[in-house]
């Protein structure tokens, strides 16, 4: 099949290729490059789950799709820490990484031509990529009366944001669950930062305070990549409405969609342990405020960032231009408009890099 009539020919070009010019000239920088771009863990991945996966790693045959229930019963107990009630066995699903999920939800969900899906104005591109993939129109807005009378066929929140790091306090999170629930509109949050806090205190819209008890009507996308240092070993889960999930699962299992036996494994261990959660919170706390004293001090403003793994800054100039002046020192930074228009005079900037880089960041920009 030629390109042009390819699947790759809806899908927006990926954004990170724009950026190698500029990476180029950071790495030439006399003390290497600090890349700042991607919020990729760099820490060790915890003994605790290390542990488990190498004493789960005789695993012989296929595993399920619906997922070991020891997983899925970890899933709840670790959403129950945060408030979340309601929800059964039947309302989680294991997943291979969240960024997958996401892609492919409206697909597996019967979205298609004609159906339209909201996400945020500025928001991670993967919801449009989602969008585009099943065919469906895409609107960015912030504003539900900005969608008008139409009932949308899926509608993304995502708080804590990526890129702006911004917390929706629960009154607009209820407000939009019960906005949806009229319509029929399949509510999914991405809260895969929700234990990245800083300045604010998250909650899921499965909380009873948003959802009233309820998950009809409402799926959560969950991510052990950046509370447990899990990226390389694709873990997440989601939890909500069972028919949804229901819905899910069936399509899963024609497609062979299923996470490792060991990893399911690790994944447990990994919920079960908060020690090791709580000095990774440490480590990011750190980092983050280095950093943000850093950008300061060099005349950038941090805009929201009360959570997440990023700060989200600004010199009130083309986001380009500040991609540039930073690699020119040789930090890498990911340009506000890969998030959408409204973000084209900020950059976001991660502080998931070690110790060491972060320090040489600072000392560049100070």
Excluded at 258 to 272: E, N, R, S
């Amino acid at each position: 099949m030629s390109s042009s009539r390819g699947v790759s020919a809806r899908l927006p070009d990926f954004p990170w290729d724009k950026l190698t010019a500029h990476a180029a000239r950071a790495r030439s920088h006399p003390d290497g490059i600090v890349d700042l771009s991607v919020g990729t863990p760099v820490d060790p991945t915890p003994g605790v789950v290390q542990e488990a996966l190498a004493a789960a790693a005789d695993w012989p045959g296929y595993p399920t799709t619906i997922g070991l229930e020891a997983t899925r019963q970890a899933c709840l107990d670790w959403l129950g820490t945060h408030g979340v009630t309601g929800v059964g066995l039947d309302g989680v699903l294991p997943t291979v990484g969240s960024k997958e999920l996401i892609a492919q939800l409206a697909l597996h969900l019967g979205v298609g031509a004609g159906d339209l899906v909201v996400f945020p104005e500025l928001a991670y591109p993967t919801y449009d990529v989602g969008a585009a993939l099943a065919g469906a129109r895409a609107l960015a807005t912030d504003s539900l009366t900005a969608i008008g009378p139409e009932r949308p066929a899926l509608l993304w929140l995502n708080s804590p944001s990526n890129p702006t790091g911004r917390v929706l306090p629960p009154e607009h999170l209820r407000k939009v669950v019960e906005w949806c629930r009229e319509r029929g509109t399949v509510l999914v949050s991405d809260e895969c930062y929700l234990e990245c806090a800083w300045d604010a205190e998250p909650v899921s819209v499965l909380h009873p305070s948003v959802s009233g008890g309820s998950p009809d009507g409402i799926l959560t996308v969950h991510s052990l990549s950046k509370r447990s240092n899990l990226a390389g070993y694709r873990a997440a889960f989601v939890a909500g409405d069972p028919a949804l999930v229901g819905e899910l699962l069936a399509v899963r299992k024609n497609l062979g969609l299923i996470v490792p036996g060991p990893v399911q494994v690790a994944m447990a261990a990994a919920l079960a342990d908060t020690a090791h959660a709580e000095e990774q919170h440490a480590r990011y706390a750190a980092r983050r405020t280095h950093l943000r004293g850093a950008l300061e001090t060099a005349g950038f403003r941090v805009d929201h960032s009360e959570a997440s793994l990023y700060l989200w800054a600004t010199r009130d100039e083309d986001c380009w231009a500040t991609v540039s002046w930073l690699a020119e020192r040789g930090i890498l930074a990911a340009p506000g408009d890969f998030y959408g228009s409204a973000g084209a005079q900020h950059v976001r900037v991660a502080f998931t890099a070690t110790d060491e880089r972060v320090a040489s960041a600072v000392h560049r920009l100070t």
